[in-house]
Nanobody, 121 residues
Framework: QVRLVESGGGLVQAGGSLRLSCAAS????????MGWYRQAPGEQRELVAT???????NYADSVRGRFTISRDNAKNTVYLQMNSLKPEDTAVYYC???????????????WGQGTQVTVSS
């Protein structure tokens, strides 16, 4: 099986920074795209940022210029550096990865359990 574990969430004042990490472990042959989504109370889950295995990135308009996604392929880990945080960034942040498991031809989507980010005004 494959497991994604996030860390780095917490409480921060507006204008502050946080860095989220998400490490994938298990029977992994390769990881294609990785990404971060978030879900605020009463809202739908939304895309924050994605990064391909070749490190091409994509960002939601609401975070572009403030957040930076990166990955360490050797560690099967994706990061999200969040700067200039705003109260509207408050949400549970989920990492996701498209993983090809050892011995299985196709990729599957895996999700972490989520980490809370709270930005106070």
């Amino acid at each position: 099986q494959v497991r994604l574990v996030e860390s780095g969430g917490g409480l921060v004042q507006a204008g502050g920074s946080l860095r989220l990490s998400c490490a994938a472990s298990g029977s992994i042959f390769s990881i294609n795209a990785m990404g971060w989504y978030r879900q605020a109370p009463g809202e739908q889950r939304e895309l924050v940022a994605t990064i391909t295995s070749g490190r091409s990135t994509n960002y939601a308009d609401s975070v572009r210029g403030r957040f930076t996604i990166s990955r360490d392929n050797a560690k099967n880990t994706v990061y999200l550096q969040m700067n200039s945080l705003k109260p509207e960034d408050t949400a549970v942040y989920y990492c996701t990865a498209k993983v090809v498991r050892v011995g299985i031809r196709y990729e599957y989507d895996y999700w972490g359990q989520g980490t809370q980010v709270t930005v106070s005004s």
